[in-house]
């Protein structure tokens, strides 16, 4: 697959959380995969050396076990998801809520069949570290992450960084016969062909409601 023609500008502003536009039917290929992940290894890491790894699922027994484990989770969250998007229908997002929940409930009963899934990993665990420790951990796997997205959207591949399988966590280590107690997984990322390929730069808050310069 040849790189879209896309200016660093459009790629930053056109990489989106791609759920609906999964193409369910086109394989990706493995070597594709390889190319995006061999632009991730180059990404920033914190600390010494790189302590993280990418685990590439496409056997369509374990995306079935991985997507039960997902929607497991996403039970396990509902009652505080169900809260959350109340709150957000009753503001002036409502619309946009409205069409991201319809997006995740598709994700949600489709993840098995998308072709491929990522999950980042990282060397140790974060539960009982103190923030600083926990911010090196985040800050060496999350900019890797962050490039082999944007390496697969350059390439026509959409992703979605998800992480309700995370709710269970050891069930997925078992599966997938990660040492648990030495290797923490980060996210689930679903990877396919997009159905067409432009995407446009998401809504946001104004700049100068997000922005602080010097102080708070």
């Known amino acids: 697959m040849s790189p879209l023609n896309l200016s660093i500008d459009e790629l930053l502003t056109t990489t989106r959380t791609v759920r609906k536009r999964l193409d369910l039917t086109r394989p990706v290929e493995a070597e594709v995969i390889a190319q995006c992940l061999q632009l991730a290894v180059q990404a920033p890491t ?20 991985l997507a039960e484990l997902y929607r497991k989770g996403w039970e396990t969250n509902r009652e505080f998801i169900e809260e959350h998007t109340a709150a957000a229908l009753a503001g002036d997002q409502a619309a946009m809520y409205t069409r991201v929940g319809a997006s995740a409930h598709y994700l949600l009963k489709h993840l098995h069949e998308v072709p491929v899934h990522v999950i980042p990993c990282i060397e140790g665990r974060s539960e009982n570290l103190p923030v600083i420790q926990q911010a090196g951990l985040w800050g060496s796997i999350m900019p890797a992450t962050w490039s082999f997205m944007l390496a697969a959207r350059s390439r026509g591949l959409g992703t979605s960084l998800t992480s309700y399988h995370l709710f269970f966590e050891r069930e997925a280590a078992e599966i997938l016969s990660i040492p648990y107690e ?27 409601e997000v922005l602080h310069w010097n102080r708070w």
């Open 46 to 65: 914190a600390g010494v050396g790189q302590n993280w790894h990418f685990l590439v699922i496409t056997e369509p027994a374990q995306r079935k076990d």
């Open 182 to 208: 030495q290797i923490m997984q980060t996210a689930l990322i679903p990877v396919a062909y997009t159905i067409g390929d432009t995407f446009k730069p998401a809504v946001r808050k104004p700049l100068d």
